[in-house]
């Protein structure tokens, strides 16, 4: 599986950007799919995360200003940031898994496959 990243960019508070994945490789790999961020000097975190079957759940963070959504027949996976805070930089992994059972925010459990990251910088 091969997920490209991408939407990235500059923006200042409140604002708003759409990062787009595209993913790679068997369906069934993909059942799961999400979003992780990562600032500098911070642990990796998780933002999002979808089922094939629209399951959606959110991080408390980001809840009712992000929302994610795929299209599974595009083998893609959105996350439409509104309402954007400084506290929102990072950088911005795809990422998805062929078990989507679990709950991803628990961190024991980890996506098996991870893509390059893009940039999101908010600026106040």
């Known amino acids: 599986v091969q997920l490209q990243a991408s939407g990235g960019g500059s923006v200042q508070a409140g604002g708003s950007l759409k990062l787009s994945c595209t993913a790679s490789g068997s369906d069934s790999r993909l059942n799961a799919m999400g979003w992780y961020r990562q600032a500098p000097g911070r642990r990796r975190e998780f933002v999002a995360g979808i089922t094939r079957g629209g399951r959606t759940n959110y991080a408390d963070s980001v809840k009712g200003r992000f929302t994610i959504s795929r299209d599974n027949a595009k083998k893609m996976v959105y996350l439409q940031m509104n309402s954007l805070k400084p506290e929102d930089t990072a950088v911005y992994y795809c990422?998805?898994?062929?078990?989507?059972?679990?709950?991803?925010?628990?961190?024991?459990?980890?996506?098996?496959?991870w893509g390059q990251g893009t940039q999101v910088t908010v600026s106040s």
């Open positions: 990422v998805a898994d062929p078990n989507a059972r679990v709950n991803y925010q628990d961190p024991r459990y980890s996506y098996d496959y």
